[in-house]
């Protein structure tokens, strides 16, 4: 038996590896109402999504959706603040962080301009025909949009998605079938996925 005596060291070594952002896409015109989905480029992101936050100067969060070495993709909730002011994007990565880009906001955002019927039944189907804005530029197409069924309470209170029949680009509409609910008012709201939601 040999004893040794000596120093022996109460913790490994450690070695910190540079966290790099370098793009992020889209990063101007996001919707203030938030829906948009932003991919952020760069290096060393890892791939564990638990590792990884993303939030804004005025702390609302980008929901993290997908990591690799060197993508990130989240999905932007609401901004806290409407602003025109540019603001910085917080990319944290096993603790670091990174805010050396920005993303601004539009200043207004298309709202749908008409529902066609506007009174359904509550226990029966039915074809809602969903108008959207004139000045909306974006692609009209089944797999671009989401359609929402909102409780028309403070709150907005998010009852279920409604199934999307078919979209109509030249007459700018959105089709889509009722399949009943709790009698009471309710809103259907628009989610593009390039530029988030359409309502008030």
Avoid at 39 to 44: A, D, E, L, P, R
Avoid at 98 to 103: A, G
Avoid at 168 to 176: C, E, G, W
Avoid at 188 to 196: A, E, N, Q
């Amino acid at each position: 038996m040999i004893s040794v005596w000596g120093l022996i060291p109460n913790s490994a070594p450690t070695t910190n590896v540079a966290l790099t952002v370098s793009s992020v896409s889209p990063s101007t015109g996001l919707n203030y109402l938030g829906g948009d989905s932003l991919t952020i480029s760069g290096s060393n992101f890892g791939t564990d999504i638990s590792k990884v936050s993303v939030t804004t100067t005025d702390t609302s969060i980008c929901n993290v959706t997908s990591v690799s070495s060197s993508t990130i993709v989240c999905s932007k909730s609401a901004f806290s603040t409407v602003t025109t002011s540019a603001q910085n994007l917080n990319v944290v990565v096993n603790s670091v962080t990174d805010s050396s880009l920005t993303v601004t906001q539009v200043s207004s955002v298309p709202i749908p301009s008409n529902l066609s019927p506007s009174s359904v039944s509550p226990v029966l189907k039915t074809t809602i025909v969903m108008t959207l804005p004139s000045d909306y530029e974006g692609s009209i197409t089944v797999s671009e949009f989401t359609v929402e069924l909102l409780k028309d309470d403070a709150d907005k209170t998010y009852v279920k998605d409604l199934y999307i029949m078919s979209a109509d680009a030249s007459a700018k509409t959105l089709t889509v079938k009722f399949g009943g609910a709790v009698s009471g008012a309710y809103r259907l709201r628009p989610v593009s996925l390039t530029y988030g939601r359409l309502d008030d």
